[in-house]
């Protein structure tokens, strides 16, 4: 084999978390880069940053500062550019582009820029032959991106479920095992370091959203479609909920879920009832883990770190060390042309076992009302909880449903909120089954 | 990018259970590996097996009949031979060398053959500059070659550990969970198919070790070297040890480690107490599963079906299409030259925490002088267990350990098998942490 022994030279743009865990990582293990590079070094040689007079733990001896990033496209010493800058657009996107046009290739970790613009950065990188990687843009170092790419590249998928995001599971999981509730357990995250102080893109599903609109993408040859993926935060979860949940062998997850239906793509970001025993029930804290079912390989769980320094840096140098050694694959592993449009399967139309949680007054006749309306719909009962006797004040009646569409669902719960012995708002939550 | 647009044309040899399920998918499959692979097709173009005559579920319409697989090194229409034939030597091996040494790229799901041979046969290909991919030969569809030869490449790793045999997995799991002896659980597996006649390579832990070996290989970068390899099956176990265990808060599972040491690289297959909670204790019936530990992405884990037609096939077609594209890694990611020879952790310095069953008299005195030995040895006690009272008659002791090496370990279990007081030989197992 002949191989290119020159180094490879990168710039990196951005030097937050990620960026100075990622020149920490070439640096301390850069004879083992080295090698697995088949002999060809990963060498840094530029950097940028917002603040170039804040401290940062990593090495910056000897790079060369570039205070424009989108100045690093036109750097002739430099064959990559790493951009570790985030954000859907402004400079992150312009960073990549203008690396993309001057024939740099781009490694990024930033799942929103590819869950909105991948396609067309795709469609650069493919008109300049240059490479577009993003390893750490999903699960950080769990390799489902290559894993989907290209180790169950002979299967049909039919479905990619994940727990995408560390923040919710780590909330979801203390909410279950302390019976905290919401705001208490978010608090509880926040002081740990595991959510900002502006917690919305994690709690209310978006950052899920992004990674899988890219996770869908590559799974099912689709140009990934951030605006067909319905979001859905864990806001709304009681402790309550998790209780009866375990009651019934299930556990709540914050759940990307994409699916190939009759009726088109799905793609949704909610909290879902995950049954006991299954592989995504089992991955707690700030865990994260992805399942993905193909028609060969059955089912498949990757898990793991799935953000923080170590576990996204080890996902960059993957992508340096792959376009090290000439790797030479398209960024969604097929021509750009040949990624089809997403035919989003309409929401009223998506099916699934469902949790209802109500709260009605203890009185004779509720749940033959409740009953009734579900018959209706067409909506068959698997199971019905009535818990605890205290006549005219609110009980929680807890069902879970056999399959049945949104639409259906929608309007039973609708009848069901306006029964006078009904109070709050009716809780229902969809039940996962990959 | 400039895409070869030639068909890939595959020789199989070998038409057995993975042998025809990947013709089945690669038929059935066709149209989307041609799209994987960037437009280039995976055309099969000859095949071989024992016995012509046989009847066989796959498509054999239009290929090449080959009566000697060795031949298929001389097909001038051939780019890559699929080796499924297996075993370590004799014909499989054959195949592979001479494929090789007339430029045909190899791909094999044989782990007994790269166990014993991988880095001659892996110098070969260097030398040929063709490629040897064997995602197929650890785990099956589990993308852990692939994980480990390239998603993981930033990372030093520390510990390789897996459940990489299903048969033993799915007897481990029904004896603790019904309670059964060793020799009924292999009959109830044997007659659902998940053991074979002869059940040795599989129960006496060699299966697990060559795929161990192989794995090792790739994420410390030596030489396959089956030789030092430790191998332990399952026969001794007792539904006892496992109910003890699981009192204990452990499951007991089939373990290949292999894990960086002071002391030089430890390489063992065992039967080993997992903390309940763990990854890998989580793991159940036929499933497989592997945990890595690299020092940057903290613990990864893949799991899923380890075996079969299906989840095969997938990893060799992964392969193909990985060669469609035109991979050009080294099979053990670097130059057979610097992959270096292993230096074995001596079985007495391997360390570990260790649990320890014992059937004594229940008479006074009796914990006395095993505790006394155990302290003789320094190996301090972490739990002890007396079960039952039945004077004059056999009671189990259990007691774990904290971590201590082998050979004070194996010195007082000789002394303590020698006390009087003390029935049949002593049980003991390692406790394994990630």
Redesign the interface.
């Known amino acids: 084999?002949?191989l290119d022994m020159t180094p490879l030279r990168i710039a990196v743009a951005g030097l937050g978390t990620v960026g100075s865990?990622t020149l920490r990582?070439?640096k301390?293990?850069a004879e083992?880069?080295a090698?697995?590079?088949?002999?060809r070094p990963v060498a840094v040689v530029a950097v940028s940053a917002r603040d170039r007079n804040k401290a940062r733990d990593c090495p910056l001896e000897g790079l060369a500062w570039v205070e424009d990033p989108r100045q690093m496209a036109l750097l002739p010493d430099v064959d990559v550019v790493v951009e570790l800058i985030g954000g859907a657009d402004g400079m992150a996107k312009d960073v990549c582009e203008a690396a993309l046009r001057h024939g740099k290739h781009v490694v990024t970790a930033n799942k929103a820029l590819l869950a909105r613009h991948g396609a067309a950065l795709a469609a650069e990188a493919?008109k300049q032959?240059r490479r577009l990687m993003f390893?750490a843009a999903a699960a950080?170092?769990?390799?489902i991106i290559?894993?989907l790419r290209?180790?169950?590249?002979?299967?049909?998928m039919r479905v990619v479920q994940g727990i995408l995001n560390g923040t919710c599971n780590y909330i979801l999981t203390r909410m279950g095992e302390a019976n905290l509730d919401f705001a208490v357990a978010l608090r509880e995250a926040q002081e740990r370091g595991y959510a900002e102080a502006d917690p919305a893109m994690d709690v209310d599903g978006y950052d899920t959203a992004h990674k899988l609109a890219v996770l869908a993408a590559l799974a099912f040859?689709t140009k990934p479609d951030f605006d067909s993926v319905t979001v859905e935060g864990i806001r709304r979860i009681t402790p309550v909920d998790l209780l009866y949940a375990a009651e019934l062998k299930f556990r709540i997850k914050l759940l990307g879920v994409a699916r190939l239906t009759d009726h088109g793509l799905e793609q949704r970001v909610g909290p879902c009832l995950v049954p006991v025993g299954t592989?995504l029930s089992?991955i707690d804290d700030v865990l994260n883990a992805v399942l993905v079912q193909?028609?060969?390989?059955?089912?498949?769980?990757?898990?793991?770190?799935g953000a923080g320094g170590?576990?996204t840096?080890?996902?960059?140098?993957?992508d340096?060390?792959?376009l090290a050694?000439?790797y030479?694959?398209?960024p969604f592993?097929?021509?750009v042309a040949?990624l089809s449009a997403t035919r989003t399967t309409p929401a009223d139309r998506r099916e699934s076992g469902w949790y209802i949680r109500l709260d009605v007054k203890d009185q004779p006749g509720v749940v033959a009302d409740i009953t009734a309306i579900l018959r209706d719909e067409a909506i068959s009962i698997e199971s019905l909880l009535q818990r605890g006797r205290s006549p005219m004040n609110a009980v929680p009646v807890i069902i879970t449903t056999h399959r049945v569409d949104e639409a259906a669902m929608r309007r039973a719960m609708e009848k069901i909120g306006k029964l006078e012995s009904v109070r709050d708002e009716p809780c229902w939550l969809r039940i996962e089954n990959a």
Chains 1, 2 share one sequence.
């Open positions: 084999m002949r865990a990582l070439l301390q293990n083992l880069v090698t697995r590079t088949g002999g493919e032959d390893e950080a170092g769990i390799p290559k894993t290209e180790s169950l590249a002979g299967n049909r040859g592989p089992k193909g028609d060969a390989v059955g089912d498949v769980t990757l898990s793991g770190r170590g576990p840096s080890s996902a960059v140098v993957a340096l060390v792959d050694r000439g030479a694959g398209l592993a097929v021509p040949s």
